[in-house]
């Protein structure tokens, strides 16, 4: 963006808001040409955005029983305090609510204390939150690769904090090691940045995979070693297909007796598993009391609003409810997942096995003209522009092996996936038609 | 509600109180007995006290590698961490822990140190009993979908809302000026607002020059994150606490020379704390100053739509539109806590004429949206401007009875205030009453307030006041009952002449 006229900031005007990769040009296309089944049947379908839309006719008929809730959220009589409560300590009822569901998610295996929860809006803000509270400027942030895109801009932007990428790769299904670890941190030290933190995202975006526990403690052991922070960031946790596959961070902290637990926070947001990001409901759960605190006095910058906590408590508190709703939206979204893989497998495509999260990691590598970052945007912009669907390249995840693409399913009806799936079954078939006319 | 006078405990040196009268009388019995009681202070021990840094932080300070301590917040978080001992939050956190309640807790603290204002609730209430019936997940075919509040939503705000706030500002000031959607950036209170165009317009190092006494929020919604400092430019109690163009330039200038880039000036109009308004002439003024210097004026003015008195508000925005000023240099900030007494949920805005300001806030306000459903609700109440004209002009009346009200109660108690139009406070001169007259001797009478006449206001030195012995009050949280009507004791103190 060039400085025209009165002056900016650095900030303001630089790219670090990442929002010129490619991740986000996709959606752009997306929102200037957006497939409608009726009305734009050639539009772009979105397959970019990790949104959960499977299990909204599970909120709808909570709201039609419950219609006080979804409603201005505040009987009369209480409408006062609600509207003049900015308390950054959070509404008790909602801390607690929020501690029930995460505790439901773990399936009862770890306990939460609402007095170590942290409200913002969004997990984005959290986040950030912890990276200003962690770590200086020019300080280092190790975190596995591929990872979520939008950390590059939510985690550096304002805060000036570098991220130092771990790199994992398909030889081991992208698990990570303790090699790729120490590599990373050496890594570090020789450009003379400090690492501050690990942050880890369980399961696994983009890969939706959970992270097992043999891994999960040789991680914490090794941030103990380093004596740096462990941000866990399981905003996937309820979306893990079936939920003895899930191991969290607060787990293993709870079978150690609670050691090492003053350097673990774990993040949080009813975005992904209730499907509610309109909503900004985020959290930061954390051990660790000086960091409780500092990320309240912080959340001044990102209250969740006083009505929506109201609303969600209730919710949220709703036993029955939510057993029923985390149960269905499991089942879905794996009966979604294997019939993306399959439909896939059709197309002569490989997903990387996964176990949860609203998205598959796929492999393209086949058709690919080079095997170079500049080889997978090219394939990229092609299935943009000629599949017009919208899916995320490798590279913007900062994936090293070229060729691979997250693909979400969950924002979309299930003949909208069908019409995807077959698109891309086209594109590939072509694609390789064309391979084969070449090399002849 | 009734309020409580420590009269008996201080006169008999016990911790017992007595019902008494009602505020400014329970300041006056309590600051005539504290200037005559000739017992040795013992404010030492109740004065906020530092929190002790925990050893781990400070062996980092002296080791920053290895050690066997737990793991460390960095020098941000660190200093966040500690406990604040400015006086604003200070009480604040007194008072929130030990609130007064007529019936429930008749011995807790009294807060006057809150801009809120609970005059006009009822007005709200009412309107969405008799108006938000259906819940508001109907869709444009009446079918019920949670769709469009469940799912991602701009950052900055959804345009209904920015349509319906920028219809609303425009009727807080009057149909003065109309303010276009499009340059508005939605965020979850103006403090995020107000960081976030900070963040914009200027880098860690770069200062505001900020006039003072200033809204003592700043100093942490500010300067925290961003690293900007703030200059404060002090006004005079002689000229009512006026913005000086000369005081300005020469903050300026010796900042210059300190090597210290200032990159805007921030005002606030209706002012916080004082309550008075900018007028028209000093308006022309400060942009002149800003174009002159090419830096960015910043405008804070929540209290827009909550004025009284005979002068009338008069907004930035206004005098840009009648003369020739390069607006890109012009913001606004604004937000619906304070005009609309919602606090709770959470509506900041950042009113810019600079595309790129605009830009970048839109994206930084990711960190800050707005909940879906709130906006959709606030949509529902902005749009009805009738309702809206009707409540502005009513809220408008009730503060301006209770701003008088309390004015003149204070003055019965010898206690003047600077003349302001605006805002939930008025900006009481209590200097009389200091023992010392310096900050020290301030503070020592905003603690005595606050841990013996259970009252929590103020103090001048938390705005940056140079002037000791100012404090703001806010009346905006009090019923009419609270203001005092003389009694015969009353009357009888009253003839004796404070010292």
Same mark, same amino acid.
């Given at each position: 963006?060039?400085?025209?006229?009165?002056?900016?900031?650095?900030?303001?005007?630089?790219?670090?808001?990442?929002?010129?990769?490619?991740?986000?040009?996709?959606? @752009?296309?997306?929102?200037? *040409?957006?497939?409608?089944?009726?009305?734009?049947?050639?539009?772009?379908?979105?397959?970019?955005?990790?949104?959960?839309?499977?299990?909204?006719?599970?909120? $709808?008929?909570?709201?039609?029983?419950?219609?006080?809730?979804?409603?201005?959220?505040?009987?009369?009589? +209480?409408?006062?305090?609600?509207?003049?409560?900015?308390?950054?300590?959070?509404?008790?009822?909602?801390?607690?609510?929020?501690?029930?569901?995460? $505790?439901?998610?773990?399936?009862?295996?770890?306990?939460?204390?609402?007095?170590?929860?942290?409200?913002?809006?969004?997990?984005?803000?959290?986040?950030?939150?912890?990276?200003?509270?962690?770590?200086?400027?020019?300080?280092?942030?190790?975190?596995?690769?591929?990872?979520?895109?939008?950390?590059?801009?939510?985690?550096?932007?304002?805060?000036?904090?570098?991220?130092?990428?771990?790199?994992?790769? +398909?030889?081991?299904?992208?698990?990570?090691?303790?090699?790729?670890?120490?590599?990373?941190?050496?890594?570090?030290?020789?450009?003379?940045?400090?690492?501050?933190?690990?942050?880890?995202?369980?399961?696994?975006?983009?890969?939706?995979?959970?992270?097992?526990?043999?891994?999960? $403690?040789?991680?914490?052991?090794?941030?103990?070693? %380093? *004596?740096?922070?462990?941000?866990?960031?399981?905003?996937?946790?309820?979306?893990?297909?079936?939920?003895?596959?899930?191991?969290?961070?607060?787990?293993?902290?709870?079978?150690?007796?609670?050691?090492?637990?003053?350097?673990?926070?774990?993040?949080?947001?009813?975005?992904?598993?209730?499907?509610?990001? =309109?909503?900004?409901?985020?959290?930061?759960?954390?051990?660790?009391?000086?960091?409780?605190?500092?990320?309240?006095?912080?959340?001044?910058?990102?209250?969740?609003?006083?009505?929506?906590?109201?609303?969600?408590?209730?919710?949220?508190?709703?036993?029955?409810?939510?057993?029923?709703?985390?149960?269905?939206?499991?089942?879905?979204?794996?009966?979604?997942?294997?019939?993306?893989?399959?439909?896939?497998?059709?197309?002569?495509?490989?997903?990387?096995? =996964?176990?949860?999260?609203?998205?598959?990691?796929?492999?393209?590598?086949?058709?690919? $003209?080079?095997?170079?970052?500049?080889?997978?945007?090219?394939?990229?912009?092609?299935?943009?522009?000629?599949? @017009?669907?919208?899916?995320?390249?490798? +590279?913007?995840?900062?994936?090293?092996?070229? =060729?691979?693409?997250?693909?979400?399913?969950?924002?979309?009806?299930?003949?909208?996936?069908?019409?995807?799936?077959?698109?891309? %079954? *086209?594109?590939?078939?072509?694609? %390789?038609? %064309?391979?084969?006319?070449?090399?002849? | 509600?009734?309020?409580?006078?420590?009269?008996?405990?201080?006169?008999?040196?016990?911790?017992? #109180?007595?019902?008494?009268?009602?505020?400014?009388?329970?300041?006056?019995?309590?600051?005539?007995?504290?200037?005559?009681?000739?017992?040795?202070?013992?404010?030492? !021990?109740?004065?906020?006290?530092?929190?002790? #840094?925990?050893? !781990?932080?400070?062996?980092?300070?002296?080791?920053?590698?290895?050690?066997?301590?737990?793991?460390?917040?960095?020098?941000? /978080?660190?200093?966040?961490?500690?406990?604040?001992?400015?006086?604003?939050?200070?009480?604040?956190?007194?008072?929130?822990?030990?609130?007064?309640?007529?019936?429930?807790?008749?011995?807790?603290?009294?807060?006057?140190?809150?801009?809120?204002?609970?005059?006009?609730?009822?007005?709200?209430?009412?309107?969405?009993?008799?108006?938000?019936?259906?819940?508001?997940?109907?869709?444009?075919?009446?079918?019920?979908?949670?769709?469009?509040?469940?799912?991602?939503?701009?950052?900055?705000?959804?345009?209904?809302?920015?349509?319906?706030?920028?219809?609303?500002?425009?009727?807080?000031?009057?149909?003065?000026?109309?303010?276009?959607?499009?340059?508005?950036?939605?965020?979850?209170?103006?403090?995020?607002?107000?960081?976030?165009?900070?963040?914009?317009?200027?880098?860690?190092?770069?200062?505001?020059?900020?006039?003072?006494?200033?809204?003592?929020?700043?100093?942490?919604?500010?300067?925290?994150?961003?690293?900007?400092?703030?200059?404060?430019?002090?006004?005079?109690?002689?000229?009512?606490?006026?913005?000086?163009?000369?005081?300005?330039?020469?903050?300026?200038?010796?900042?210059?020379?300190?090597?210290?880039?200032?990159?805007?000036?921030?005002?606030?109009?209706?002012?916080?704390?004082?309550?008075?308004?900018?007028?028209?002439?000093?308006?022309?003024?400060?942009?002149?100053?800003?174009?002159?210097?090419?830096?960015?004026?910043?405008?804070?003015?929540?209290?827009?739509?909550?004025?009284?008195?005979?002068?009338?508000?008069?907004?930035?925005?206004?005098?840009?539109?009648?003369?020739?000023?390069?607006?890109?240099?012009?913001?606004?900030?604004?937000?619906?806590?304070?005009?609309?007494?919602?606090?709770?949920?959470?509506?900041?805005?950042?009113? !810019?004429?600079?595309?790129?300001?605009?830009?970048?806030?839109?994206?930084?306000?990711?960190?800050?949206?707005?909940?879906?459903?709130?906006?959709?609700?606030?949509?529902?109440?902005?749009?009805?401007?009738?309702? #809206?004209?009707?409540?502005?002009?009513?809220?408008?009346?009730?503060?301006?009875?209770?701003?008088?009200?309390?004015?003149? /109660?204070?003055?019965?108690?010898?206690?003047?205030?600077?003349?302001?139009?605006?805002?939930?406070?008025?900006?009481?001169?209590?200097?009389?009453? #200091?023992?010392?007259?310096?900050?020290?001797?301030?503070?020592?009478?905003?603690?005595?307030?606050?841990?013996?006449?259970?009252?929590?206001?103020?103090?001048?030195?938390?705005?940056?006041?140079?002037?000791?012995?100012?404090?703001?009050?806010?009346?905006?949280?009090?019923?009419?009952?609270?203001?005092?009507?003389?009694?015969?004791?009353?009357?009888?103190?009253?003839?004796?002449?404070?010292?």
């Amino acid at each position: 963006m060039a400085k025209k006229g009165v002056p900016l900031s650095e900030m303001a005007t630089s790219d670090t808001h990442g929002e010129d990769s490619a991740y986000f040009a996709g959606w @752009k296309a997306y929102d200037e *040409d957006p497939y409608d089944a009726a009305s734009n049947p050639s539009g772009v379908i979105q397959m970019g955005l990790a949104e959960n839309q499977v299990s909204f006719d599970l909120l $709808e008929d909570y709201l039609e029983q419950h219609p006080q809730e979804f409603g201005w959220g505040c009987g009369t009589s +209480s409408f006062r305090e609600n509207a003049l409560f900015q308390d950054y300590h959070g509404l008790k009822s909602f801390r607690r609510a929020v501690a029930l569901f995460m $505790e439901q998610i773990r399936g009862g295996r770890t306990q939460f204390d609402p007095e170590q929860i942290v409200l913002t809006a969004g997990a984005t803000a959290a986040n950030e939150l912890l990276s200003f509270i962690l770590a200086d400027p020019g300080d280092g942030l190790l975190i596995p690769t591929p990872y979520y895109p939008g950390f590059d801009r939510d985690l550096r932007w304002r805060t000036g904090v570098n991220i130092v990428p771990v790199h994992c790769n +398909s030889s081991n299904g992208f698990r990570i090691t303790l090699r790729a670890l120490e590599d990373a941190c050496a890594g570090a030290e020789t450009m003379k940045v400090r690492v501050k933190a690990l942050l880890l995202t369980n399961p696994s975006n983009p890969l939706g995979t959970a992270i097992t526990r043999p891994v999960l $403690e040789e991680i914490l052991d090794f941030v103990a070693r %380093k *004596d740096i922070h462990l941000i866990s960031d399981e905003i996937y946790s309820g979306s893990v297909f079936s939920s003895d596959e899930f191991v969290s961070m607060a787990e293993v902290v709870e079978a150690r007796g609670h050691e090492e637990r003053d350097r673990v926070h774990i993040v949080y947001s009813l975005s992904k598993d209730l499907g509610l990001p =309109g909503y900004r409901a985020g959290t930061i759960y954390s051990y660790n009391n000086e960091v409780v605190t500092t990320a309240r006095r912080m959340s001044s910058f990102t209250l969740v609003s006083s009505q929506t906590q109201k609303m969600l408590a209730s919710m949220l508190s709703d036993k029955e409810f939510t057993e029923n709703y985390l149960r269905t939206n499991r089942e879905r979204l794996k009966k979604r997942y294997e019939f993306v893989v399959e439909g896939l497998s059709n197309a002569g495509i490989r997903c990387l096995q =996964g176990n949860a999260g609203l998205f598959c990691w796929m492999n393209l590598g086949e058709l690919l $003209e080079e095997p170079t970052v500049e080889g997978e945007l090219s394939l990229w912009n092609l299935i943009l522009h000629e599949a @017009k669907l919208n899916i995320s390249p490798g +590279s913007s995840c900062h994936c090293l092996e070229a =060729g691979w693409f997250r693909v979400c399913f969950a924002n979309m009806s299930q003949q909208t996936l069908e019409v995807a799936l077959m698109r891309m %079954k *086209d594109f590939t078939e072509k694609m %390789k038609a %064309k391979q084969m006319i070449s090399s002849m | 509600m009734r309020v409580i006078v420590p009269l008996q405990a201080v006169v008999q040196g016990r911790g017992g #109180i007595v019902l008494g009268s009602l505020i400014p009388c329970a300041l006056f019995y309590f600051l005539q007995l504290y200037i005559r009681r000739d017992r040795p202070s013992s404010s030492a !021990s109740s004065l906020p006290e530092l929190a002790p #840094i925990p050893r !781990s932080l400070s062996r980092s300070l002296l080791s920053p590698r290895g050690s066997s301590g737990p793991a460390r917040l960095s020098s941000r /978080g660190a200093s966040v961490a500690r406990d604040d001992d400015n006086p604003y939050y200070v009480g604040l956190k007194r008072c929130a822990e030990d609130p007064y309640h007529q019936s429930s807790n008749p011995h807790g603290f009294i807060e006057l140190g809150l801009a809120e204002n609970w005059l006009s609730l009822d007005m709200i209430r009412d309107w969405l009993i008799s108006n938000v019936k259906e819940p508001l997940l109907l869709d444009e075919e009446g079918e019920l979908s949670i769709h469009g509040l469940a799912t991602y939503q701009p950052y900055d705000g959804l345009m209904d809302l920015k349509m319906a706030v920028a219809e609303f500002i425009g009727q807080v000031m009057q149909g003065s000026v109309s303010f276009h959607p499009s340059q508005i950036v939605l965020t979850a209170g103006a403090s995020p607002a107000v960081e976030i165009l900070s963040f914009c317009l200027a880098d860690p190092g770069n200062a505001f020059l900020v006039p003072s006494p200033y809204y003592p929020g700043w100093d942490r919604d500010i300067k925290w994150r961003t690293g900007i400092e703030l200059i404060p430019v002090p006004c005079r109690s002689t000229d009512n606490f006026s913005i000086s163009i000369a005081a300005l330039e020469l903050a300026y200038n010796q900042a210059k020379k300190r090597g210290v880039k200032v990159c805007a000036v921030l005002v606030s109009n209706p002012s916080n704390p004082v309550g008075n308004l900018i007028d028209r002439e000093t308006l022309y003024d400060l942009l002149d100053f800003v174009m002159e210097k090419n830096i960015h004026l910043i405008s804070d003015e929540v209290f827009a739509g909550s004025t009284y008195g005979n002068d009338r508000f008069v907004s930035v925005a206004e005098v840009l539109d009648s003369e020739n000023f390069d607006r890109r240099r012009v913001h606004i900030i604004y937000g619906l806590s304070k005009d609309l007494c919602v606090p709770g949920f959470r509506v900041g805005v950042i009113y !810019s004429y600079n595309e790129n300001v605009l830009a970048a806030a839109s994206k930084l306000a990711r960190f800050s949206s707005i909940s879906t459903p709130t906006q959709c609700l606030l949509i529902s109440i902005l749009s009805n401007t009738k309702f #809206i004209t009707e409540y502005l002009k009513v809220n408008k009346e009730r503060l301006c009875d209770m701003h008088a009200l309390f004015v003149d /109660g204070l003055k019965q108690l010898g206690i003047k205030c600077a003349s302001s139009s605006g805002g939930f406070y008025c900006w009481a001169d209590m200097s009389m009453f #200091i023992q010392s007259y310096n900050e020290k001797g301030e503070l020592k009478l905003w603690d005595k307030l606050l841990n013996e006449a259970k009252i929590n206001v103020t103090p001048g030195s938390s705005c940056h006041c140079i002037e000791p012995g100012w404090f703001r009050c806010c009346f905006t949280t009090l019923t009419k009952q609270d203001i005092p009507i003389p009694t015969p004791f009353s009357r009888t103190i009253r003839s004796r002449p404070p010292l």
